[in-house]
Structures are given as structure tokens and as C-alpha cells.
């Protein structure tokens, strides 16, 4: 993997805030370690990494420093605990209570590179500048820089409202990618499997071939080879 990137557990002020991961919403408290610092904090996440088809979308946000819980943020928490509807609805407003970026890293790239490490250099070439900030990955690997403070999370989604909030945009995009990908290409059942490897997904691409949207990387056990 490239030199610039490490994997570590926390950055020195959040070592003391490991409690939060036994509490069943998202809160501000990672967030607050890094605003007593007078740091910025970034909370970052990914959806579709997984997926077969389609883009991956990486995510972030920045919430004002000393933000509050709100009742109007009872719908921002892990992604992968909320319908589509939900995701919808949070959407609106988390762009309309922090600064927000959505990245899409799309299958000719995904196709052409390495999209573990992708996901990371997406997010350094634009952030990788703001000074005074932190950057908090969801999971347990972070990426090296040398003009801030870069950090990870494991459920950090479960964990710190920016990353959970960041996990609800990118998970949207999805969303919303693979609702046009249905509708482009009804025959794959992407409005049932999000572009996932399921039984009856696989059993379509053996029957049909790849679609364009496919990541070849990914399907390569499941197409015949051309001799």
C-alpha cells in the first residue's frame, strides 16, 4: 500500500473517549475533544466500497464548533440503520446545519486503481489543506498528512454525529446511483441488491453478461474469460 498511509486506532484526544462507543446514539463528544484543541473535526465514511457495481461515494462533514444535540437530528446514525425514506429526510437537513463534501470515485477509476486506497486520496486532495483540522475516518485505518491531524474510529458511525451524518450522504448518493442504474438496466435488479453479489444478482450476470456499470475487478470469478 502507498507510503503516505497508516492504520491506528486514535488520535491523543480521543483516546480517553472510548466510553462513547457504548452509548446508542451518535453524539458530539469526539467532536468536542477536537474543538477544545480549537481544532475543526472532519467526519468522513463511504458507501458502495462493496458493491459490484456502480461508484463508490465518500462522504464528510463539518459541523460549527460547540454544536449541540438537537431533536431534529433524532435520523442522523449509522446508515446501515435507516430506510432509503429516513436517509431522505436526514439529508435535507444535515446540508442545511454544516458544511458538507460528497465524492464519487467512479468504476473506471475504481477499475483502473485501488479503490481501498482511493476512498483515503479522495479526501486528502480536498481537505488535505484546511488548516487546523482533523480528519476522522470511520473504521480502523486513517491516512498520513502532513499539514493535519488524521484519525479513525471503528463504528464511528455509531459514534460522533459527523461521521454518522457523513455516513447518511454517501449512503444516500448511493441511493440515488442505483436507482438510475435500474432504470437504465431493469433486467440486473438493482432496486433489490444495491449493486451487491447476491444469488440472483450473480445468476444475472452469468445469464446477461456485465453491464457497463459493473466493475470488472469485482465480477471476474462470475464472466467467462474470452480465450
Partial sequence: RPAEFYAHESAHFLTSHHECMSKNKPSFELEAAAWAEDLVFCGIDEAGYGSASGSIWVAATIWPKNSKILPSMAGIKDSKKTSPREREEAVAMIKNSCQWFVWEIDVQQIDNGNPY?????????????????????????????????????????????SIA?????????????????????????????????????????????????????????????ES
Wanted: glycine content about 6%; hydrophobic content about 35%.
Fill in 165 to 225: 451524518a457523513a455516513s447518511i450522504l454517501a449512503k444516500h448518493a448511493k441511493d440515488l446511483e442505483c436507482k438510475e442504474l435500474h432504470e437504465k438496466y431493469p433486467n440486473y435488479g438493482f432496486d433489490n441488491h444495491s449493486g451487491y453479489l447476491s444469488k440472483d444478482h450473480i445468476e444475472k450476470i452469468k445469464t446477461l453478461g456485465p453491464a457497463p456499470c459493473h466493475r470488472k475487478k469485482y465480477i471476474s470469478n462470475y464472466v467467462k474469460q
Fill in 117 to 161: 486506497w482511493l476512498r483515503y486520496e479522495v479526501v486528502e486532495a480536498a481537505v488535505g489543506n484546511m488548516p487546523r483540522m482533523v480528519t476522522c475516518f470511520d473504521g480502523n485505518v486513517a491516512l498520513r498528512s502532513v499539514n493535519h491531524c488524521n484519525t479513525c474510529q471503528i463504528k464511528g458511525d455509531a459514534i460522533s454525529i
